[in-house]
């Protein structure tokens, strides 16, 4: 059948998908929606897979929220993005706060780690090993990892990724990298300071939250896909939203669906631009009006699980014939 993943395949995708989140999967209309995998081939879990949902306290490990997200994939025959490792948000308090020394800390983080992605292993096309590493100037974010290790935390968790499962395909995930600027030069000497370690890092996800009318253009994305790719790694869009002012205008409609098209094209014109992946599909669920009082409409299907033709239709032909 056709639809965003089928187009996205056709262009040499590896698949289009979603997000999800475990509060959303008693809505079957939603699930259907989410299940249909004409449209997506692929799953992330929006806060599964997160420490303070893994490891709320140390040494505990709960794998309920992300081992059912995951059965969903498998049973609809979906591949998953896994997310995320090592991220100052959603971080629960005993690591944050827990005044651990440079060696504590390390031992902390590779334990999680290896717990973690051991238990998924196999089960992952790719993870964001780490997430949101940098400030919008290109230094390095303040956090507990980075104010105790030091840019160090970073190859070591894509290391220790890397033994506990070697098949998966491991990311640094970050916003506001999608166009030419410091912080997306920032993510590339990420990736350069990783393999200087001999760490594996294989890919960089753009998040893509972007905004109804300011989305950097085609071609700005396109080149910036390309300077990642010249690192030698892949690139994923992993969370493209694009929000507006609600209620959404006619125009801002018609603007947000060039704006979707406008990814969609910088993806398919780089092959190792491998695989597209919204925040979750409907209005319904968006994170976007709770972080952003007034903004929303952000995603390709309204509130009430209808899907806006111009928007869809905007990303399948983006695509290309199927
Ligand atoms: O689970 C609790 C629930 O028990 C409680 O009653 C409720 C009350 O607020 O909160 C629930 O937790 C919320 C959680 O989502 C699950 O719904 C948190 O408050 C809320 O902050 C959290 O938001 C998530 C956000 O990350 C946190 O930073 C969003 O769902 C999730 O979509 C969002 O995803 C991030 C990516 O991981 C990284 N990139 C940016 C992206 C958007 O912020």
Redesign the pocket.
């Known amino acids: 059948a056709d639809g965003l993943n089928t187009r996205a395949v056709a262009a040499g995708k590896e698949y289009f998908g979603s997000?999800t989140?475990n509060?959303e999967l008693t809505d079957t209309a939603y699930v259907t929606g989410l299940s249909n995998t004409a449209d997506f081939g692929q799953i992330t879990p929006?806060?599964a897979m997160?420490w303070d949902t893994i490891e709320p306290s140390r040494g505990t490990f709960s794998y309920t929220k992300g081992d059912a997200i995951v059965a969903l994939a498998q049973k609809n025959g979906q591949k998953v993005r896994c997310?995320?490792l090592v991220?100052y948000?959603?971080l629960p308090s005993w690591v944050k706060t827990g005044g651990f020394d440079n060696a504590t800390l390390i031992s902390i983080l590779k334990n999680h780690i290896t717990e973690e992605v051991t238990h998924f292993k196999g089960q992952c096309l790719h993870w964001d090993v780490a997430?949101?590493a940098l400030n919008e100037d290109g230094t390095y974010r303040s956090n507990v990892f980075y104010d105790t290790i030091g840019p160090a935390y970073l190859p070591i968790a894509f290391a220790t990724a890397a033994l506990a499962d070697p098949d998966a395909k491991l990311y640094y995930?970050d916003?506001n990298i999608e166009s030419a600027g410091a912080k997306s030069t920032a993510a590339q000497n990420i990736v350069k300071l990783v393999q200087s370690y001999g760490a594996k890092i294989d890919g960089v996800g753009m998040?893509a939250?972007f905004i109804v009318g300011s989305t950097p253009s085609q071609a700005a994305q396109t080149t910036n896909i390309n300077a990642f790719v010249a690192l030698g790694v892949e690139v994923a869009i992993t969370?493209l939203d694009i929000r507006t002012t609600t209620p959404a205008t006619a125009a801002a409609v018609t603007q947000q669906a060039k704006d979707y098209a406008a990814t969609v094209g910088a993806c398919k014109a780089v092959a190792k631009c491998v695989g597209f992946t919204i925040?979750d599909y409907t209005d319904k669920y968006s994170?976007i009006p709770?972080?952003f009082s007034g903004q929303g409409a952000a995603l390709p299907w309204d509130a009430d699980l209808v899907k806006k033709a111009e928007v869809y239709d905007a990303i399948l032909n983006a695509w290309g014939s199927a």
């Open positions: 997000a989140d509060g929006g806060n997160k997310h995320t991220w948000s959603q997430n949101e995930n916003y998040q939250h969370e925040w994170w709770s972080v």
